[in-house]
């Protein structure tokens, strides 16, 4: 399989994780459901903010897995808002892996586009509030 090198994006990640031996699966790569729950913890970082509160993720758009993750990767998540509706928040997710200490290279493993609603604390849906105060 060839890797495609790349550079981390020259914004801040959403999220960093280190995957550990329990998160590996039978073919000694780490376990898709295991990026798949990373992918929708950072989706919704930036949905909450956006939202001013709570949210539920409401659809999985698209997946990609593009390369493998390791044991030992240093997996970097960047997450973007991509729409804003009346009641949900579309995230745009990209995964890179950081390995080989010994001669670093970086790959992008996986992007995501994610659909989170705005819930109330009865877990109903509501409005996402306006961007600025001032909008109000």
């Given amino acids: 399989m060839s890797v ?7 914004r801040h990640s959403t999220l960093r994780v280190v995957p550990m031996p329990a998160d590996l699966n039978q073919n ?5 459901g295991w ?3 990373q ?12 939202a001013r509160g ?41 995964v890179y892996a950081e390995r080989n200490y010994s001669n670093p290279i970086i790959v992008k493993v996986t992007e995501a586009e994610l659909t989170y ?8 849906k509501r409005e996402v509030p306006p961007e600025n105060a001032a909008e109000v």
């Fill in 4 to 10: 495609d090198r790349t550079l981390l994006p020259s």
């Fill in 28 to 32: 000694g790569d780490v376990f898709g």
């Fill in 35 to 37: 990026v798949m729950a």
């Fill in 39 to 50: 992918v929708d913890v950072a989706g919704a970082i930036p949905a909450m903010r956006r």
């Fill in 54 to 94: 709570r949210v539920a993720t409401v659809s999985v758009n698209s997946f990609l897995f593009k390369q493998p993750v390791s044991v030992g990767d240093i997996v970097s998540l960047y997450a973007e808002i991509e729409r804003v509706g009346r009641t949900s928040i579309t995230v745009k997710v990209e």
């Fill in 117 to 124: 609603v705005a819930i109330n604390v009865d877990g109903n």
